[in-house]
């Protein structure tokens, strides 16, 4: 089945950590996005790319840094510089054709706690 | 700049009982405009779009949205609300941005169903 998955489910970052969030897809989609969400502030853009070995920032993108080696995957990396991790993390993509008249795909998320 | 506002930030009906969840954007032209649910946990699904034509559209599991330009709106309808209706909803609009597909995410409104 073709489907975007996103791991760990949960995960834990000590005070100072880096860590990095998968993002992996085999719908071979050209363009990928990762989004924050907080409790009641929707949906905002981190990050996205539209092709392989290029990515544009988004809304928030500062204290996070991502990469786009292989058109499968986009790992999106919380920084120690990102003060206020703790959030919902969602990755997704568009198909072919990179319009918004096709439907942008969200992988099932990964929660960041910070300990 | 364009923005999503939903106003209501949790809602409660009764099962069997109508639904009207409100958005309004603002944007100086019509964008693109989405409704997604989420279950706790999950990721996106999109219930339905607009782009243009029709200004009543039918999306999956028995939901409906109308768009109302004079109103800048584009609120989203069930006649008879299900316990499995129960989750968060966003209201979406796009294309914005110099790569024309990105969306911008309302608040969410989280529904909760009595029985």
């Known amino acids: 089945d073709g489907g975007i998955t996103q791991s760990p489910k949960y995960l834990f970052r000590k005070e100072g950590q880096n860590v990095t969030l998968s993002c992996e897809q085999n719908l071979n989609h050209d363009a990928m996005y990762w989004y924050r969400q907080d409790p009641g502030q929707g949906l905002r853009l981190i990050y996205y790319?539209?092709?392989?070995?290029?990515?544009q920032k988004g809304d928030i993108a500062e204290g996070y840094s991502v990469s786009r080696e292989k058109k499968e995957s986009f790992p999106l990396t919380v920084t120690s510089a990102q003060k206020n991790p703790t959030a919902f993390y969602l990755c997704?993509?568009?198909?072919?054709?990179?319009?918004?008249?096709?439907?942008?795909?969200f992988g099932p998320g990964t929660r960041l706690l910070v300990l | 700049a364009q923005s999503v506002t939903q106003p209501d930030i949790h809602i409660t009906v009764s099962e069997g009982a109508s639904l009207e969840l409100r958005c309004n954007y603002s944007?100086?032209?019509?964008?693109?405009l989405f409704w997604y649910v989420q279950s706790p946990g999950q990721g996106l699904q999109l219930l339905l779009k607009y782009f243009s034509g029709d200004t009543l559209v039918q999306g999956i599991k028995g939901f409906e949205a109308e768009f109302k330009r004079s109103q800048s709106s584009f609120n989203l309808r069930k006649p008879s609300v299900h316990w499995s209706d129960a989750a968060e909803y966003f209201c979406a609009v796009g294309p914005f941005g110099n790569a024309g597909n990105m969306l911008t995410f309302g608040g969410g409104t989280r529904l909760m169903v009595k029985p």
């Open positions: 997704a993509s568009l198909p072919p054709g990179q319009t918004l008249k096709e439907t942008q795909y």
């Open positions: 790319s539209q092709i392989v070995n290029d990515f």
């Open positions: 944007y100086g032209a019509t964008p693109y």
